[in-house]
């Protein structure tokens, strides 16, 4: 599947093939970070350890970008702080 409504595309030359894949390579790492974090079920694990579990953006979700950034960009100088918000509800 590699559409947002779960749907299969179809590619019918290599030269369009090729152009696609190069297009989306970029996001192969985050692709496979993304399943790792999901199939180890650490966002289930991070949101029972914490007493957020009905905020707007829990730790889990915060947790898992930061670590999934990491995977793709270790030398990364971003910090949460940067992107999310200073007070959450």
């Known amino acids: 599947m590699a559409s947002r409504a779960a749907k299969s595309v179809v590619l019918t030359d290599a030269a369009t093939l090729w152009s696609w894949v190069l297009a989306n390579f970029d996001y192969l790492s985050i692709a496979v970070a993304l399943e790792t974090w999901r199939s180890w079920n650490l966002s289930t694990m991070f949101t029972e350890l914490s007493s957020e579990k009905r905020a707007a953006l829990c730790a889990a979700d ?6 999934i950034l990491r995977c793709i960009a270790p030398g990364s100088k971003l910090q949460a702080q940067q992107w999310f918000p200073r007070a959450l509800p």
Not at 62 to 67: E, K, S
């Open 62 to 67: 915060v947790i898992g970008a930061q670590t």
